[in-house]
């Protein structure tokens, strides 16, 4: 265990009763001063992760620690997290200053500090004069800016955020996550972000973990998790992917919707039957001839910032290019792309392996992918 | 217009139950209180009404309808809290509501039983070696039968407003360093003080003008103003009495009815 790391995970399984567990066996490690996200679908065991720090239930099985001490029996109460949460749980018999101070008040702190506190904490959320408002009189925004003040005025070392922004219309939660982003920054604390929204985690994270049937799948940057999908599920849920069944003919050469096609991977068995990845946005329209692949145009919708074109090849297989260039429905059109957008994935691969393989790739080209 | 029409109509029932139940008998009852025994227009009432006998009576009124009110809470508060941690809270607090579909009066001939020289109680005191005790006709045997008999009517909006609570804010204490006794002291309390004040007026009303079972329970020992009220309409045939002393009861429910006025406040 390093000096950097402030919360470790080992081997932690969380069962309600007899029912099948909703965290299978769940280790990881989450570095001081970062901002992590937990990214998943609804009830893939992501919130119950961050129930865990924050001490509201307890793990069946494994070790959680927190600076080195293992916390599994220590209260809510005596924890050093404080956390966000989805509907705020704003107190509606106090007003935002009392909503905010109520840490602090439990603490016993003087008055004159708490006063300095709260004042501080507001104006860090630009909520600067709003103290003696009732939070019935405070809109979605604001109420979790005072859900955040109210957190980070007790100095925790970490903040837990439980879909914070899944409340607010869209053009708030883009506002919400630049401000949450930059709060980060400036506190210097850990964040741990709860959220299904693979966008806000991508925009926000320095790591991110995707989680699917209470594992994680993956654990990476943003820039890692989306380049290198590690399994289908993790391919399909960030970020939108043309996935097809291909085989590894041999090193760098693979094989798929029954053509031979140059790829970066190595290493992999002869024959070995995976799954292949070509990112929407790496598929470049070109004429017949010119194209690797040959397709008709089924469907095109314009995104504002490109056109989804939606075309199907002779095998019927559904191919997504995102293009900056529109195309004509109909019309046969040739998709060109790089060796470096095929992305080749093992079955079954566990995180371990999929990362010495990458590694491997490093060694072999130094300047590669 | 037709729409103004029919919308007139459906008020008639509503107007006509106003005026006949509530607005005619608070009329009479100000009117009869202004004739002394003889029928003649007097203030004499009123005057008699603030001698010792009668503020005495009312003190012992209010006296006893806070201690039935004050005990009931502390009874249905922990009980309520208890019942809404409980699985299936919607059984139990059905068993505890029933009883109160009992007739009052049957309740206390049930008690008359118990506590009687020869009731069960007795019967259990004198096993473990105590001894009969004189149980009937005592301040506790009031108090207790009339606890007994306004708990549920405390229990339900405690639970209720326990109920609608959000645990999640729960959490968000817990989150925020708070022991359970601080959870509670300042989080569960001041958000169920609703239900606390409507329990509390739904019981200290009624207790205010308790007048069977001052006679039946506690053998007119205890006697207050709803005792003063039936006497005098019953016994006495001093009707203006008995009206004078019913307006300063409608007075000091309103009075009460507003104190513990619910102020709604949050989300």
Redesign the interface.
């Known amino acids: 265990m390093t000096n950097g790391v402030i919360i470790q995970f080992n081997n932690v399984t969380k069962q309600y009763d007899n029912d099948p567990p909703v965290l299978k066996d769940v280790s990881f490690e989450i570095e001081r001063g970062k901002f992590y996200t937990l990214l998943g679908p609804s009830g893939c065991g992501k919130t119950t992760i961050l129930r865990l720090i924050?001490?509201?239930t307890e793990a069946s099985e494994g070790e959680i620690f927190f600076n080195e001490k293992k916390i599994n029996d220590i209260?809510?109460?005596?924890r050093q997290?404080?956390?966000v949460?989805?509907?705020y749980?704003?107190?509606?018999?106090l007003n935002v200053f009392e909503n905010v101070a109520?840490?602090l008040r439990?603490?016993k702190l003087k008055n004159a500090e708490i006063e300095q506190k709260v004042r501080e904490a507001l104006s860090f959320v630009n909520l600067k004069g709003y103290e003696t408002r009732?939070?019935?009189e405070m809109s979605g925004g604001q109420r979790q800016r005072v859900a955040i003040a109210?957190a980070i005025v007790?100095e925790p070392e970490v903040i837990l955020l439980d879909e914070p922004l899944s409340a607010l219309d869209l053009k708030l939660r883009t506002e919400m996550q630049y401000e949450l982003r930059e709060l980060q920054r400036r506190l210097g604390i850990t964040f741990i972000f709860v959220t299904h929204d693979q966008e806000e985690a991508l925009a926000m994270s320095d790591e991110i973990f995707v989680i699917d049937k209470g594992k994680i799948q993956q654990s990476g940057t943003p820039t890692d998790i989306y380049d290198e999908p590690i399994n289908r599920f993790v391919a399909d849920f960030i970020g939108e992917s043309n996935i097809v069944k291909g085989r590894m003919i041999a090193d760098y050469r693979v094989e798929f919707v029954g053509k031979e096609f140059e790829c970066v991977d190595q290493g992999l068995n002869e024959n070995e039957p995976v799954e292949i990845v070509i990112r929407p946005e790496d598929m470049v329209i070109t004429t017949l001839e010119h194209g690797k692949l040959q397709v008709r145009v089924d469907s095109q919708l314009f995104r504002g910032v490109h056109y989804e074109i939606c075309c199907y090849d002779k095998d019927e297989n559904e191919w997504l290019v995102h293009s900056t260039k529109k195309a004509n429905v109909g019309d046969k059109i040739g998709l060109y792309f790089d060796a470096e957008a095929i992305h080749v994935m093992r079955h079954g691969e566990t995180e371990e392996e999929f990362d010495r393989r990458l590694e491997a790739y490093t060694d072999v080209e130094p300047d590669g992918k | 217009m037709e729409n103004k029409l029919s919308r007139n109509l459906y008020m008639v029932p509503y107007v006509l139950w106003i005026v006949l139940f509530v607005i005619a008998p608070i009329f009479l009852v100000v009117y009869y209180s202004f004739f002394d025994i003889e029928g003649n227009l007097s203030f004499i009432n009123y005057q008699k009404f603030f001698t010792p006998v009668y503020l005495k009576m009312t003190f012992s009124s209010f006296w006893y309808a806070f201690l039935i009110t004050a005990i009931s809470l502390l009874i249905a508060y922990p009980t309520a809290l208890l019942l809404t941690k409980t699985k299936h809270k919607q059984l139990w607090l059905l068993l505890i509501i029933v009883p109160s579909w009992i007739n009052l009066l049957l309740k206390a001939y049930a008690f008359l039983g118990i506590f009687g020289t020869y009731g069960v109680t007795n019967s259990f005191l004198e096993v473990i070696g105590i001894g009969a005790q004189q149980i009937l006709f005592t301040d506790f045997s009031f108090v207790f039968v009339s606890v007994y008999i306004f708990i549920p009517f405390m229990i339900l909006p405690i639970f209720n407003s326990l109920n609608e609570l959000?645990p999640?804010?729960l959490?968000?204490?817990?989150?925020?360093?708070?022991?359970k006794w601080?959870t509670f002291r300042?989080?569960i309390f001041?958000?169920t003080?609703d239900g606390v004040k409507s329990g509390c007026q739904v019981v200290f009303i009624p207790a205010l003008s308790l007048f069977m079972l001052t006679r039946l329970i506690a053998g007119n020992r205890v006697i207050t103003l709803g005792t003063a009220i039936e006497q005098h309409f019953l016994v006495t045939r001093d009707w203006g009495m008995g009206s004078t002393i019913a307006v300063f009861l409608i007075i000091s429910m309103f009075l009460i009815m507003i104190v513990t006025g619910t102020r709604k406040?949050?989300?």
């Open positions: 924050a001490g509201f209260p809510a109460n005596k997290v404080n956390t949460f989805q509907d749980a704003l107190f509606p018999h109520f840490g439990i603490k009732e939070i019935r109210r007790n | 959000n999640t804010l959490d968000a204490a817990n989150d925020l360093g708070a022991s601080i300042r989080v001041p958000l003080m406040r949050g989300v």
